[in-house]
């Protein structure tokens, strides 16, 4: 029989739910987990070393959405996992039997998903799954970018910092590591599209791969200056891949 934490009790015991709670109990019953963890499974390692099973899909998945959500950095994630019981819930860790996966842990299934190009699968099921439950309203996207810092351990078969890794600076702080690249539904709030990077790619080269095609409006901030006038954009707005009367919502620079 499953035993339960006096921590995991007193969690339960509480009245008031957090904004973060509610907002994961939510994804908890949309999110279509299931068929996720299908397009995964068949690329997932069924056995990891001597001794030791590899983690659950559905549970790395859940950690790869929070990571997602809350734009945190693979060890940022893992600390997130030991600060909050509500995320512990989420991914399905007791503390009390078991340590949360490590920062390591992410950043190789992140790799696999990426090597497997099962990013935009998963994001294509979800919003598939949740446009028809009227849940993605689809006339505005919030555009935005996130630097994923690697572990500083991060090495490759020959002892070398990943190649498909590079430095970038943001405010005053260097990074090495990967970029996000996500596109949000202004309305609902929820993630529809993600690009990754290397760090050194900048954002607006990358909004067009942010844009579902059916969006009026695009709010971006200052790193995305200049974005209509884009190739890209110009070049999806000929072929009819997005609207062509998209109002472009970009913050100014500071100074400007």
Same mark, same amino acid.
């Given at each position: 029989?499953?035993?339960?934490?006096?921590?995991?009790?007193?969690?339960?015991?509480?009245?008031?739910?957090?904004?973060?709670?509610?907002?994961?109990?939510?994804?908890?019953?949309?999110?279509?987990?299931?068929?996720?963890?299908?397009?995964?499974?068949?690329?997932?390692?069924?056995?990891?070393?001597?001794?030791?099973?590899?983690?659950?899909?559905?549970?790395?998945?859940?950690?790869?959405?929070?990571?997602?959500?809350?734009?945190?950095?693979?060890?940022?994630?893992?600390?997130?996992?030991?600060?909050?019981?509500? !995320? @512990? /819930?989420?991914?399905? =860790? %007791?503390?009390?039997?078991?340590? *949360? &996966?490590?920062? #390591?842990?992410?950043?190789?299934?992140?790799?696999?998903?990426?090597?497997?190009?099962?990013?935009?699968?998963?994001?294509?099921?979800?919003?598939?799954?949740?446009?028809?439950?009227?849940?993605? !309203? @689809? /006339?505005?996207?919030? =555009? %935005?970018?996130?630097?994923?810092? *690697? &572990?500083?351990? #991060?090495?490759?078969?020959?002892?070398?910092?990943?190649?498909?890794?590079?430095?970038?600076?943001?405010?005053?702080?260097?990074?090495?590591?990967?970029?996000?690249?996500?596109?949000?539904?202004?309305?609902?709030?929820?993630?529809?599209?993600?690009?990754?990077?290397?760090?050194?790619?900048?954002?607006?080269?990358?909004?067009?791969?942010?844009?579902?095609?059916?969006?009026?409006?695009?709010?971006?901030?200052?790193?995305?200056?200049?974005?209509?006038?884009?190739?890209?954009?110009?070049?999806?707005?000929?072929?009819?891949?997005?609207?062509?009367?998209?109002?472009?919502?970009?913050?100014?620079?500071?100074?400007?």
């Amino acid at each position: 029989m499953k035993q339960t934490s006096f921590a995991s009790l007193e969690y339960a015991g509480k009245k008031r739910q957090t904004r973060r709670e509610k907002f994961l109990g939510e994804m908890e019953r949309v999110v279509p987990w299931s068929a996720l963890c299908g397009l995964i499974e068949p690329h997932y390692p069924r056995s990891g070393r001597v001794g030791r099973p590899p983690i659950g899909v559905e549970r790395m998945l859940r950690m790869y959405f929070l990571q997602q959500w809350y734009s945190l950095s693979d060890e940022g994630l893992e600390d997130a996992l030991y600060d909050s019981q509500a !995320m @512990r /819930e989420f991914v399905g =860790v %007791d503390l009390a039997r078991e340590q *949360a &996966p490590d920062a #390591t842990t992410l950043l190789k299934f992140r790799r696999l998903l990426e090597q497997h190009a099962l990013t935009k699968a998963i994001f294509d099921k979800v919003n598939v799954h949740l446009g028809e439950r009227g849940l993605l !309203m @689809r /006339e505005g996207t919030l =555009v %935005d970018a996130t630097i994923i810092a *690697a &572990p500083s351990s #991060t090495k490759n078969q020959d002892g070398e910092r990943d190649p498909e890794m590079h430095q970038a600076k943001k405010g005053q702080q260097y990074y090495f590591g990967m970029k996000a690249h996500i596109g949000v539904d202004a309305d609902s709030g929820l993630v529809h599209s993600v690009r990754v990077t290397s760090a050194n790619e900048s954002d607006v080269a990358n909004a067009h791969a942010l844009l579902h095609g059916q969006e009026r409006r695009v709010h971006g901030d200052s790193g995305y200056t200049g974005v209509a006038k884009r190739e890209e954009i110009v070049e999806a707005q000929a072929e009819g891949r997005i609207r062509d009367d998209i109002v472009w919502l970009i913050a100014a620079k500071r100074g400007a």
